[in-house]
């Protein structure tokens, strides 16, 4: 079970503010010797703008006992609710960023097996658990429930992604399949089969019309809704593709990441099946993620440097690095209020970092999901 780790919290320094308001309203003397002009002059007595500092060190640090370290595995994901999914060995746990309660959902150790993904539906009231026998387990959250068990897969399923009430699972039997939850999956399956090895990853794109998906075979499929063939394939990478993530900013443009022989982060034009932008970012790369307020993505990084970096797109500079994991980083969540990560490692830790902007009507009213103030 998940037990809180003491973690002091981070100290916020005061910014020292200047009152420019008189000498902003006092009238330039008509006899200044100043070349610059009086617009100038005031523009260059104005506040500056104060620069966003990302915290270097995490706000809060949780326990995670027999979080695998398993590059293809998923076993990290936080809900729309603020809760957070953690599998560890045969159970799921569920820890609320509100209270900081801890709950144990289920236990697969009575049934011989073992959890290796998780994933959260849109609304955040059910939760699917992909296991090591290559079931899909369909829990009600708040009733602690399994409502239903989706067989097909013969091989663990690492990857799930949720799109409504059709939940896709990538398994390492090579396949995807994609079942409506509602209904019996006779009627309702649909098997994509184009991997040549192990699925690790599976996100759907924004407008919910597109399924990219990784693998193991180093390629890189999109999928149209009503596709049973890819619409586009991507084979740049040099070795596994787990890491993916949409833009939610820009329309069509997605990101993948390539494991420790590849170490590369490429964006991809969709919209035109073209490569975009790349960068070596110097080791493997196990996750993405896009902040929900600006043109920033976050990934967390495996051999041999175990770092989180934050990016601006499209420029690709370096925003920030975050270390303190002594194990690869293979697990990445962000929080409902889009300001707030999570990380897991091998190192059985998970660590809460503040690395994205408010959104911009956050910046005068306290979000109520903000974390740092609500879980510390």
Known sequence: MMKKRLASPIERSSFLKFNMRSNLTEPLSPYSVSPLSASSQKLLRSPRKPVRK?????????????LQDDFYLNLVDWSSQNMLSVGLGSCVYLWSASTSQVTRLCDLSTESDSVTSVGWSEKGHWMAVGTHKGSVQIWDVQATKCVRVLEGHTARVGALAWNGDMLSSGSRDRSILQRDTRISPQFTERRLAAHRQEVCGLKWSPDNQYLASGGNDNK????SLHSLQPVQTYTEHIAAVKAIAWSPHHHGILAS????????IRFWNTLTGQPMQSVDTGSQVCNLAWSKHASELVSTHGYSQNQILVWKYPSLSVVAKLTGHSY???YLAVSPDG??????????????WNVFSKAQNQKESRSILNLTTSIR
């Open 339 to 352: 300001e707030s990560i999570v990380t897991g490692a091998g190192d059985e830790t998970l660590r809460f």
């Open 220 to 223: 890189l499929f999109v999928w």
């Open 54 to 66: 990302i915290p270097k060190v995490p706000y809060k640090v949780l326990d995670a006992p027999e």
């Open 328 to 330: 690869r980083v293979l």
């Open 257 to 264: 990441g390539g494991g420790t022989a590849d170490r590369y």
